[in-house]
């Protein structure tokens, strides 16, 4: 499966953007999705999840600013981030939850202060 991500951008603190991650090659909708981010410096960690079920999750910090969704006809992923702060800095990338397909280029959010 190939992942592409789009999206990003600068925004300033407080303002939105909307990520979407297409993916090529594969039966899509049996896969549980993830975004991912890496901040520099830091190690790549997962922000939300969505299973092939409809569960979805997120990590502590984003809980409540952001919305992971998917269009598995269109083979399609969207995170809605919303409340951007400046922690939220970060490459971001969609992906498999594991095992990973391999990682696309990701995105840029730059959220300034």
């Known amino acids: 499966v190939q992942l592409q991500a789009s999206g990003g951008g600068l925004v300033q603190a407080g303002g939105s953007l909307r990520l979407s991650c297409v993916a090529s090659?594969?039966?899509?909708?049996?896969?549980?999705m993830g975004w991912y981010r890496q901040a520099p410096g830091k190690q790549r960690e997962l922000v939300a999840t969505?299973?092939?079920?409809?569960?979805?999750d997120y990590v502590s910090s984003v809980k409540g600013r952001f919305i992971i969704s998917r269009d598995n006809a269109k083979k399609m992923v969207y995170l809605q981030m919303n409340s951007l702060k400046p922690e939220d800095t970060a490459v971001y990338y969609c992906?498999?939850?594991?095992?990973?397909?391999?990682w696309g280029q990701g995105t840029q959010v730059t959220v300034s202060s």
């Open positions: 090659g594969t039966i899509f909708s049996i896969y549980d």
């Open positions: 969505i299973r092939t079920g409809g569960i979805i």
């Open positions: 992906n498999k939850v594991r095992p990973f397909a391999s």
